[in-house]
Each structure stands twice: as structure tokens, then as C-alpha cells.
């Protein structure tokens, strides 16, 4: 049975999970405007005990989320957050100015109330990213003790940990957002992130960013990670032969009760502890 990212409700528990246990645990939360996603990882294990997805509508609703779950306000070893979905622009480290920020970042996005900014040292970039300030405002309420990061941070991270020395193009997809990024020998060469509405302009944004990058479609590696449908991948691989879902994980555990689930599915969200 193939599970995605893409079902309203889904909860799956570890059978050796233990609710007294979660001081000792990692609380991984991923947050777009869309949807409320979060697992529960073992660190000394490197196990994920539990996984949780709900679909939302607007603040109220997160804000219900958040209060009435079992878990997200719980007393954890530690809390992460990625904001997913939100836009973020990347600016190298030796001209980022924290008093233009927002200059800086009102060039290539519309600001919203809010900027953070990620230190991405793999890279030596400073990435800026902006969400509405009763988000944060909400996030600081009830998991005061996260840590926040871009979503977007979390994918380079992860992907430059890959230790690839081939050009790759990973493709990450959440909530009918298609985040693109271009690795080569473990530097970051592109990142973008387009909203789209059919598999046709999935295949439209993809096949730009590979044309934008001097890069040949037949023969490029490709991974995708997210919640991709059948049909969306189907009319990727038509144009891009080299494409492959990502790889099972190596550096985080799943019991048997998460082998429903694809292992590209939540792939970033379990190893989101290792890129924090």
C-alpha cells in the first residue's frame, strides 16, 4: 500500500514507544500553511518512534493543533521546527548585513511582518526567510523551546551531507510546492521553491530549472523526496530518464509498523534532528 504525505490524518506509533520516556526524546516538527507534520526520534537509537500529519486551514486551526495534541507541548530533550512552503532568498555570508535584512531579502520576495535567518555553514550562506508574525508569535507560545529553522535550510543541509561528487537534482515536494535544488561535488549550485496546481507545471518549473542550469534532462540524476503522485512522477520521468525516488534512510531507523509508508515520503522530516 503506498502511503503519502498527502492523507488529512496520520498517526503511527512505534510498538516500543513509551510516553514516560519523552525527556529523552527529539520532537521534529515540519510546518507549512497547509499542514502540521512531526516525528518522534530516539537520538541515541536514531529511531523515529512516532509519526503524525494533519491538514489545516488557517491560524485558529493551528492553534487548536498545537494545544490539543498529546505531544507538541510535552517536556522533549529538544524541539525543531522547519517552516516549510514560506519564501526564503539565500545571500553568501561576506555581504549579509543584519541591518539590511530586510532590503536584502525585499529583492527577490514581498516582505512579510517577520524575518529569521539561518547561518547555513556547509555553504557559507546566510538564508533569509519571512513568515506572518502571528505564526511566530504562536510557535513561541507553545514550543517556546524549539528551535526554528527554514525548510529550505533543512533540505541543503541534508542533501550536502549526502557527500555526492556527481551534479544532482533533488526535487522535495510538500503541499503543492516543488522545492528544487542542484548539488555538485557537496556545494549548493541552485535552490528555488514554485507553487504549482497540475503535474504539467511541475514538469514546467523542473525542466527550467534544468535549462536555467546549462543541465542536459536525459542524463541528469534526479531524486524526489515528498508527497509526488503517481501521475506527476510518471510525466517526470517521461522527459527526465535518470529519476529515481530517494533512498531509504540509512542514518535513521523505522520499525515495522512505518513499512507502509514510501521511504521518500518523510525522509527529510526524520533526518531534520541531524540537520538542526
Same mark, same amino acid.
Not at 11 to 40: A, C, M, Q, R
Not at 80 to 89: E, K
Given at each position: 500500500?503506498?502511503?503519502?504525505?498527502?492523507?488529512?490524518?496520520?498517526?503511527?506509533?512505534?510498538?516500543?514507544?513509551?510516553?514516560?520516556?519523552?525527556?529523552?526524546?527529539?520532537?521534529?516538527?515540519?510546518?507549512?500553511?497547509?499542514?502540521?507534520?512531526?516525528?518522534?526520534?530516539?537520538?541515541?537509537?536514531?529511531?523515529?518512534?512516532?509519526?503524525?500529519?494533519?491538514?489545516?486551514?488557517?491560524?485558529?486551526?493551528?492553534?487548536?493543533?498545537?494545544?490539543?495534541?498529546?505531544?507538541?507541548?510535552?517536556?522533549?530533550?529538544?524541539?525543531?521546527?522547519?517552516?516549510?512552503?514560506?519564501?526564503?532568498?539565500?545571500?553568501?555570508?561576506?555581504?549579509?548585513?543584519?541591518?539590511?535584512?530586510?532590503?536584502?531579502?525585499?529583492?527577490?520576495?514581498?516582505?512579510?511582518?517577520? &524575518?529569521?535567518?539561518?547561518?547555513?555553514?556547509?555553504?557559507?550562506?546566510?538564508?533569509?526567510?519571512?513568515?506572518?508574525?502571528?505564526?511566530?508569535?504562536?510557535?513561541?507560545?507553545?514550543?517556546?523551546?524549539?528551535?526554528?529553522?527554514?525548510?529550505?535550510?533543512?533540505?541543503?543541509?541534508?542533501?550536502?551531507?549526502?557527500?555526492?561528487?556527481?551534479?544532482?537534482?533533488?526535487?522535495?515536494?510538500?503541499?503543492?510546492?516543488?522545492? &528544487?535544488?542542484?548539488?555538485?561535488?557537496?556545494?549548493?549550485?541552485?535552490?528555488?521553491?514554485?507553487?504549482?496546481?497540475?503535474?504539467?507545471?511541475?514538469?514546467?518549473?523542473?525542466?527550467? $530549472?534544468?535549462?536555467?542550469?546549462?543541465?542536459?534532462?536525459?542524463?541528469?540524476?534526479?531524486?524526489?523526496?515528498?508527497?509526488?503522485?503517481?501521475?506527476?512522477?510518471?510525466?517526470?520521468?517521461?522527459?527526465?530518464?535518470?529519476?529515481?525516488?530517494?533512498?531509504?534512510?540509512?542514518?535513521?531507523?523505522?520499525?515495522?509498523?512505518?513499512?507502509?509508508?514510501?521511504?521518500? $515520503?518523510?525522509?527529510?522530516?526524520?533526518?531534520?534532528?541531524? $540537520?538542526?
Amino acid at each position: 500500500m503506498e502511503t503519502g504525505e498527502n492523507k488529512s490524518i496520520l498517526f503511527i506509533k512505534d510498538k516500543s514507544f513509551v510516553n514516560d520516556s519523552l525527556g529523552n526524546y527529539h520532537l521534529s516538527i515540519e510546518l507549512s500553511p497547509k499542514s502540521l507534520t512531526y516525528s518522534i526520534i530516539e537520538p541515541n537509537k536514531r529511531r523515529c518512534m512516532l509519526l503524525s500529519s494533519t491538514l489545516y486551514t488557517n491560524q485558529e486551526d493551528l492553534s487548536k493543533i498545537f494545544t490539543k495534541d498529546s505531544y507538541l507541548s510535552e517536556k522533549f530533550l529538544s524541539k525543531s521546527i522547519a517552516l516549510a512552503n514560506y519564501p526564503n532568498t539565500l545571500v553568501p555570508e561576506q555581504v549579509f548585513n543584519e541591518k539590511n535584512k530586510e532590503k536584502l531579502f525585499s529583492l527577490n520576495h514581498n516582505l512579510d511582518e517577520i &524575518i529569521l535567518t539561518d547561518n547555513i555553514k556547509k555553504n557559507n550562506v546566510i538564508n533569509l526567510y519571512s513568515i506572518p508574525k502571528s505564526l511566530h508569535q504562536t510557535i513561541r507560545n507553545i514550543i517556546p523551546d524549539a528551535k526554528i529553522s527554514s525548510q529550505s535550510s533543512i533540505l541543503i543541509n541534508s542533501f550536502l551531507s549526502n557527500n555526492n561528487n556527481i551534479k544532482k537534482l533533488n526535487l522535495y515536494i510538500k503541499d503543492d510546492f516543488a522545492h &528544487i535544488l542542484i548539488t555538485n561535488n557537496n556545494q549548493l549550485i541552485f535552490q528555488n521553491k514554485f507553487e504549482f496546481t497540475s503535474k504539467e507545471d511541475l514538469l514546467f518549473y523542473t525542466l527550467f $530549472c534544468i535549462q536555467e542550469n546549462n543541465l542536459d534532462n536525459e542524463k541528469i540524476n534526479t531524486e524526489i523526496y515528498g508527497n509526488i503522485k503517481k501521475e506527476e512522477y510518471q510525466i517526470l520521468y517521461e522527459y527526465i530518464r535518470n529519476i529515481n525516488y530517494g533512498n531509504k534512510l540509512k542514518d535513521i531507523q523505522c520499525g515495522n509498523e512505518f513499512n507502509n509508508i514510501d521511504d521518500h $515520503c518523510f525522509n527529510i522530516l526524520y533526518r531534520q534532528y541531524l $540537520c538542526v
